[in-house]
Structure formats: structure tokens, C-alpha cells
């Protein structure tokens, strides 16, 4: 363990400045936070209880799996809660979001009830998306959240789209500056994706203000990141071959997160250009519910457990006075409570009927589809049973 340790250190750079670590094998991370105004202890605090809230939100959906009230497919984000506060932390509320499948840490950072989140988890119609989506497809239009997406690196394009769109609509339609900047996130795996080279070429060619923040955490499935993804230790490289300019952030540190993304967020909405963010953190828990982690040594999680986020960001809270023993643990009782409740919200919220199925899929100009099995999409009228009428701006557009 000893000698692991002495390979190992956390993203967190050493006093010495020198930071690597083997799961990354990357460059050191530049420090940025030290030289910065302290946020005032207010917003300290938010932050704190964001992460324990994200943290205690996913450890009960892990006994909710177990107990099979959640089924499907299930990634937890545990370990990686800086990431998501940081972020969204350093955007305004109305630049637009859009991620992967391990998403309920980015939903609760945006501004998603506990409830409606986990009612998506067990499937019923008051999760935000009528229980149809469930864990990987968290969707807040009032937030600016554009999914959670379950195919890999899917979600870059659309990054690109939202960011033209908001541009096109700041600039062209509004004749003014474009002033939105879109985050759109991805995994390590994403990077290989054919998908994600051409949204970059796009959104270099195009001045678009997208930021791409990688979460690097070392894993693709089982497959560790210098297994299956070249320039592992510079990943920086896939960005400027577009142009790009892309910097390494301490995932592990939601200060660093916050301070390097501010800078990354200004400059994006300044100029109007995208960037690429190698943000360097570690899934605590296994890819999905069904992984036995064979690939990693337990030794390899102790010493990152050691590095623990919510961990770092306590002490930091507690040397600068902006919360006391008593405030941490009430943020902690508040938060079971909030997901306790979420929980049984979610448990008395009714299942989606069957007919539902065929319903916010596409458009529906001819009034609800009410479940036969023949559609007639382009020949309601000659059956004119198959449709009744519904409210004005029913479906998904
Ligand atoms: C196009 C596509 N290929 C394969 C998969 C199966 N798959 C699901 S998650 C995953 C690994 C992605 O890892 P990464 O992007 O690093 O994200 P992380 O799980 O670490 O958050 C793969 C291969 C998929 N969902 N979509
Ligand atoms: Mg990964």
C-alpha cells in the first residue's frame, strides 16, 4: 500500500507542484484557486450541501436498485461531485447543459427537485421525464438541462446545435452578442467517438461557444483510459489539432473546478470559441450496478478515497470559518431528510399508464395518438377514430 501510495498522488497537486497520478498518467495540473477571492461562506455552504445532497441521493439509489424499485441501467457519480457543483457553479442559469448517462449529479447541481429526480429513477410520472427516461435521461428545460444521453459521445453534437442555436438566436435574430455559453460533458470513452471529432471541427469552424469538459476518470467500462485512448497523457492534444484551446482541471477540488472554469467560462462568452477542459477525476463506485470491478486494485480506490471531494471541501469550509461542526451535521440530517422524502414521493408517484408509450415521441399535429396499433400518421382522416383531440401545445414541440 506504501509504495502504491508513493506512485499515487491525488489530483490534488503536491506542495512540490509536481502532480501525476497513474490512472491519468497525465501532465501536472495547474493550481489555481490559492490566489483567488474566497467565495463568500454563504455560497460555501450551498456548495457543500449540493454535494452531500448529490452524494446521499446516489448511495440511496444504490440500495433503491438493490431493492428493485429502480431498474434499467444505473451509473453513479460518486466521487465525481466537484465536478458538477464547480461547473454549474461557474455558468450563469440560463447557459444551457447537456451530458452523458451518469447525469443525476449534474440534474441535482442545476436545480432539479431531489423528488422529480428520483421519481425519473423509479420510473413514475412525476420524474422530469414522465418516468420515461429514467437514470440516464435527466431532462430540465426550466434549468437549461438538455439530457443525460445514453449513447456515447451523442450528447457532443448537440452540444454544438445548442450552442448555434443560442448564438443564432443572440446574434442573428436579436442582432446583438452572443452571451450564452453552452457546457456540454462527456467521458474519456467519448473521446474515440467519431461523433465528438466532428462537433469539435464544427464548433472550432463555427465560433461556437461550447465548452467541452471532459471527466476523465481513468475508466471507460473496464477499460482503463492508456489502454484505449491515445495522447492519455495529454489529452489536450485532441483539441488543438481544431483550434481549440484546452486546459487540465483538478476534478477532485471544487474550488479548482470552480476557479478554472470561470476563467474557461468567461473567455468561451468573451470570444465567442469553444474549449476543451481535461477535468481529472474518479468514479468511486463501479461503471454501472452489475460491475465487479475486476479491472482496478481495491488499493488503487482506498488511496482516491483518500482524496474524497466532499472530504477536501469540508476541512476547506471548516479552516475558513464559513461553517461549524453543528452546521455540517444538520446539512447532513436536512439532506437525508430531502432524500427520504424524494424517495417516497417517488414511491406513491403512479407508474405511466400503457398508452403513454406512444405519446412525446414525435410531434403529435393530429391530437393524442390513443393507442391502436395503427397510427395512420399520413392518413388520419380516412381514420379519424384513431386520434382525439387534445390541448393546445400538447407533445413535445
Ligand atoms: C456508442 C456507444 N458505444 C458503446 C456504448 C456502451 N458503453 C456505455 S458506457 C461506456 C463507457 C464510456 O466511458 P466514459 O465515456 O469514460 O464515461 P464514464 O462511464 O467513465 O462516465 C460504453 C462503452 C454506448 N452506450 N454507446
Ligand atoms: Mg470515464
Known amino acids: 500500500m506504501d509504495s502504491l501510495r508513493n506512485n499515487f498522488t491525488m489530483a490534488t497537486p503536491t506542495t512540490d507542484g509536481k502532480s501525476s497520478h497513474d490512472v491519468h498518467g497525465g501532465l501536472p495540473i495547474p493550481r489555481r484557486s490559492a490566489n483567488r477571492p474566497v467565495p463568500s461562506a454563504d455560497l460555501l455552504r450551498v456548495w457543500y450541501r449540493e454535494m452531500v445532497l448529490i452524494r446521499e441521493f446516489e448511495i440511496r439509489c444504490m440500495q433503491a436498485y438493490q431493492d428493485k424499485k429502480i431498474g434499467g441501467f444505473c451509473h453513479v457519480y460518486i466521487g465525481q461531485e466537484a465536478v458538477a457543483v464547480g461547473c454549474v457553479a461557474a455558468l450563469k442559469p440560463q447557459d444551457p447543459l447537456v451530458t452523458a448517462y451518469r447525469d443525476h449529479g449534474h440534474a441535482l447541481a442545476r436545480g432539479m427537485t431531489a423528488r422529480a429526480c428520483m421519481a425519473e429513477m423509479f420510473g413514475r410520472v412525476d420524474g422530469c421525464a414522465k418516468g420515461k427516461g429514467g437514470s440516464m435521461h435527466m431532462f430540465d428545460r426550466e434549468h437549461h438541462l438538455y439530457g443525460g444521453h445514453g449513447i456515447v459521445g451523442a450528447q457532443t453534437p448537440l452540444g454544438a446545435g445548442l450552442a448555434f442555436a443560442t448564438k443564432y438566436e443572440d446574434e442573428v435574430i436579436n442582432n446583438g452578442k452572443s452571451s450564452r455559453v453552452t457546457l456540454c460533458f462527456l467521458g474519456d470513452g467519448a473521446l474515440n467517438q467519431g461523433a465528438f471529432h466532428e462537433a469539435l471541427n464544427l464548433s472550432g469552424l463555427m465560433n461556437l461557444p461550447v465548452i467541452y469538459v471532459v471527466e476523465n476518470n481513468g475508466y471507460s467500462m473496464g477499460t482503463s483510459i492508456h489502454r484505449g485512448t491515445t495522447q492519455s497523457h495529454d489529452l489536450s492534444s485532441k483539441a488543438l489539432g481544431y483550434g481549440i484551446d484546452a486546459t487540465v482541471i483538478d476534478g477532485m477540488n471544487v474550488m479548482e473546478v470552480y476557479h478554472g472554469m470561470k476563467d474557461v467560462v468567461e473567455k468561451s462568452r468573451r470570444e465567442s470559441r469553444p474549449a476543451f477542459v481535461d477535468m481529472r477525476c474518479y ?46 451535521k444538520s446539512v447532513q440530517k436536512e439532506v437525508k431528510a430531502e432524500v427520504r422524502d424524494a424517495i417516497e414521493f417517488a414511491d406513491n408517484s403512479p407508474v405511466p399508464p400503457l398508452s403513454d408509450l406512444y405519446h412525446d415521441v414525435y410531434r403529435e399535429p393530429w391530437g393524442r395518438y390513443t393507442g391502436t396499433s395503427e397510427p395512420r400518421m399520413y392518413g388520419g382522416a380516412l381514420n379519424p377514430p384513431t386520434f382525439r383531440a387534445t390541448r393546445e401545445g400538447d407533445g413535445l414541440i
Open 283 to 328: 468514479r468511486y463506485k463501479g461503471h454501472s450496478m452489475s460491475d465487479p470491478r475486476k479491472y482496478r486494485s481495491r488499493d488503487e480506490e482506498a488511496i482516491w478515497e483518500q482524496g474524497d471531494p466532499i472530504g477536501i471541501f469540508e476541512k476547506f469550509v471548516l479552516d475558513q470559518g464559513a461553517i461549524t461542526q453543528d452546521q455540517i
